[in-house]
């Protein structure tokens, strides 16, 4: 561990700060979690809980976040995980399939439990959810595929269940309580067994275990033989971790370390997939589809029941063959009360050596999820659709300037004050279309666009209120060297504000969409500001701006929710500083995409190539393309670490965010406009042909293919339920798609 803490600094920012959480170490309540506004997180630990409380007193007043329906006090960063847990709105969101099977058991375990990647001993805990790893073809509509969630990974083998069952049937010790399992299914060394691969996980087990791998017999070599291990071995009830479905690079011996030779004489090296699974990337990609699948989806709540819920402990764990070491469980010991340094020692190991039980969370069933039969049921509209066009166009908008539409943003969550669509033309008149989703379907009345700003001329077949013909044209100069496209402009998530680049003065602006006044001018590059991008929204809506340049740079602003750029002083937008400058680049820069959630920026050059930066500055790589893929022009990456990018002349890329070309397609299109579903698993298309196309991200694979527009598309967006795509046109109009990934999933995916 030594080894990677040599370098780092002890300060951090107070205005970076954006969640504080409280933590045990140890089983005691005694640590912090503090997560910075750059998406990285620092753990301490405390000598005692008053200390906890002072340290957070002190702190800023931020609470745990905006994200899950809690508000930013200091009382919440001290709330136990239960009142964390009951006074979230993340449980009735994912019943209602507003957040995935994924993100929710993240919630479970990063927000409610208090597991973390900061700590090896209470690592984040996900399920084995599929049992076939020896087929050649795995099918996901089949339910003998799928694990029984509702039994703990030890009570799977019906002997292997027998024999924990008389273990504690038959207990005789009188110093500990009984239990069913000797082993728990988290612990630091079975992390550090799953990811040994890659650091600094290496250098961390090779610490705890004198400079040496495990054994090879008992190295991590093969993911079906992990399987029947854990259904076979009376020593073995260990789950997965979260890497198993979005990290193939923990599968590879990138680094070519020497793991030994097993007893059969196979040398470990990588580890062994299963048939179904060509490449590490298709192991990741199908474990997350059954993850989420509606098998997973009907039984989690019974899984989270035997974690986090009221199977955890007392008489229920006893049915459900689900009990532990004592020394696992939350409050089994009190450490302050040891007084003998060398005892204390002996119990901290004995935990350490144990695993952590998450904290109980629920003493009743944790409640199901909805039926994707029931959400998904959309009723006819009462025109009834005749025709493929009718069933994939909810609506057509054409705005009376005639003016190609070059930028569209589709920021419609329900709880914002204006849901909209902010349209922005080539001739920069911007409009606010005002989005009504009263009934909460696609294709039914009452969901609906309305223009705030322009008349609209046809809609078909829904109807948009009009409150006025005000328009809101940008009139200040821009260079005339610059095309205007849909990277010159950036709206913020309130649809408050737009960011516009371009200007001879090489600034790029912020003005309001309310008034269409100028209200921050913001400098900083050598040259005319080409590109701009914006992570999504995190707390406050606050956010990241990056913008690039004909001086071939990149600078990496904050946008505050107090409503501007702020620099290094956050009290003064007078003058803003950059974050970062991001250099790296010998050409101008053309296109930019920056993902908070993985730290990342991702930038391509007029000339090529594409980089990957930090957020904080640091150059990591460069994706390396085809060779005839040398001029890139569009950039989507996903939360997930897709990244798409598109080349002139019909040319895309599938990067992996680590570097590795993992698909490519050349189309007979000029492509201007590209997006990722928010799940990274569908890219959709749109170029001069007015041909909306959407493709299977992994392999582009074509799924589907909309009837083609009488105009070219030069900007889009996905309204954020994923269901509605909202297009801009050449000829001035915007054209709203029905849009239906899950259909596509379940008839293009099922089986691999």
């Not at 009382?75 to 993340?90: D, E, G, H, V, W």
């Not at 069933?391 to 909209?420: E, R």
């Not at 990496?556 to 107090?562: E, I, P, V």
């Not at 991001?582 to 959630?597: F, I, P, Q, R, W």
Request: hydrophobic share 35%; net charge negative; proline share 5%.
């Amino acid at each position: 561990v030594l080894a990677y803490t040599e370098g780092l600094h002890g300060k951090w920012m107070f205005s970076e700060i954006r969640a504080v959480f409280s933590r045990r170490y140890l089983l005691q309540n005694t640590a912090l979690e503090v997560f910075m506004a750059n998406r990285t997180s620092v753990m301490f630990n405390f000598p005692d809980q008053a200390t906890v409380k002072k340290v957070v007193y002190s702190l800023p007043r931020v609470g745990v976040g905006t994200s899950y329906g809690l508000p930013q006090a200091r009382r919440i960063s001290l709330a136990t995980p239960r009142q964390l847990y009951k006074s979230s709105n993340m449980t009735q969101r994912w019943q209602r399939r507003e957040i995935s099977n994924f993100e929710y058991l993240m919630f479970l375990n990063t927000i409610a439990v208090g597991r973390t990647y900061n700590d090896l001993n209470q690592y984040p805990v996900f399920p084995w959810v599929l049992t076939n790893y020896e087929s050649e073809e795995l099918d996901l509509t089949l339910p003998g595929n799928f694990r029984d969630l509702s039994k703990p990974i030890g009570a799977l083998n019906p002997k292997r269940a027998v024999f924990y069952a008389e273990r504690y049937e038959t207990w005789e010790d009188d110093q500990s309580p009984p239990y069913h399992y000797n082993t728990h299914y988290s612990t630091a060394t079975s992390t550090l067994s799953w990811l040994v691969r890659i650091e600094p996980f290496t250098t961390f087990f090779l610490n705890a275990n004198d400079g040496k791998f495990d054994h090879p017999d008992r190295t991590f070599s093969s993911v079906a033989r992990s399987w029947r291990t854990s259904q076979r071995d009376t020593s073995d009830v260990k789950e997965l971790i979260p890497e198993f479905y979005y990290l193939p690079e923990m599968f590879v011996n990138s680094n070519g370390y020497n793991l030994g030779v097993r007893e059969d004489e196979v040398v470990v090296n990588d580890v062994d997939l299963p048939p179904w699974a060509k490449k590490p990337e298709d192991f990741v990609r199908i474990n997350r589809m059954a993850l989420e699948s509606e098998f997973v989806s009907c039984q989690l709540h019974q899984w989270i029941d035997l974690i986090f819920g009221y199977k955890q402990r007392g008489p229920e764990a006893v049915r459900a063959l689900n009990v532990f070491h004592y020394l696992t469980y939350e409050g089994s010991v009190n450490l302050d009360s040891i007084t003998d340094p060398v005892l204390r020692e002996a119990m901290e190991a004995q935990i350490q050596n144990f695993g952590q039980t998450p904290s109980q969370l629920l003493i009743e069933p944790h409640p199901p999820r909805s039926s994707a039969m029931h959400l998904c049921f959309l009723p006819q509209s009462p025109l009834m659709f005749k025709d493929q066009m009718q069933q994939d166009v909810i609506m057509v908008l054409k705005f009376p300037s005639n003016s190609p539409v070059t930028h569209v943003a589709a920021n419609t969550l329900p709880h914002l004050t204006i849901p909209a669509v902010v349209t922005v033309t080539c001739s920069r008149l911007f409009a606010v279309n005002r989005w009504h989703n009263t009934v909460g379907l696609r294709g039914a009345p009452g969901y609906s666009l309305d223009q705030a700003h322009h008349l609209p001329i046809e809609m078909d077949p829904l109807i948009a209120n009009n409150s006025g013909v005000n328009k809101r044209q940008i009139t200040d100069l821009v260079d005339q060297s610059i095309q205007i496209n849909a990277h010159c402009f950036v709206v913020t998530a309130d649809n408050r504000y737009i960011l516009i680049c371009g200007f001879w003065d090489k600034s790029f602006r912020v003005y309001s969409t309310e008034t269409g006044k100028l209200t921050q001018i913001v400098f900083g590059h050598w040259d005319v500001v080409t590109c701009l991008a914006r992570s999504e929204s995190y707390i406050g809506g606050d956010c990241y701006i990056v913008s690039g340049s004909r001086d071939a740079t990149l600078l990496l602003w904050y946008w505050s929710g107090r409503h501007h750029i702020i620099g290094d002083n956050p009290n003064s937008s007078d003058y803003p500083a950059p974050r970062a400058v991001l250099t790296g680049h010998d050409h101008e820069v053309v296109c930019v995409s920056v993902c908070a959630e993985l730290g990342l920026v991702i930038s391509g050059a007029k000339e090529g190539p594409c980089l990957v930066h930090t957020i904080t500055g640091d150059l990591l790589r460069a994706l390396e393309g085809p060779e005839n893929c040398l001029f890139p022009r569009l950039i989507s990456v996903s939360s997930e670490g897709h990244c798409i990018i598109y080349y002139e002349r019909g040319r895309f890329s599938n990067f992996s965010i680590n570097g590795k070309l993992l698909a490519q397609m050349e189309i007979n299109d000029s492509t201007r406009a590209i997006l990722l579903s928010s799940d990274g698993q569908n890219l959709v298309t749109g170029g001069d042909n007015g041909v909306v196309e959407v493709w299977q991200a992994c392999d582009f694979k074509q799924l589907y293919i909309y009837p083609g527009c009488d105009a070219g598309i030069r900007a889009m967006d996905l309204s954020h339920d994923q269901r509605t795509l909202i297009t801009g046109m050449a000829s001035g109009s915007i054209v709203a798609f029905n849009i239906d990934f899950n259909r596509w999933h379940y008839e293009h995916q099922n089986r691999y």
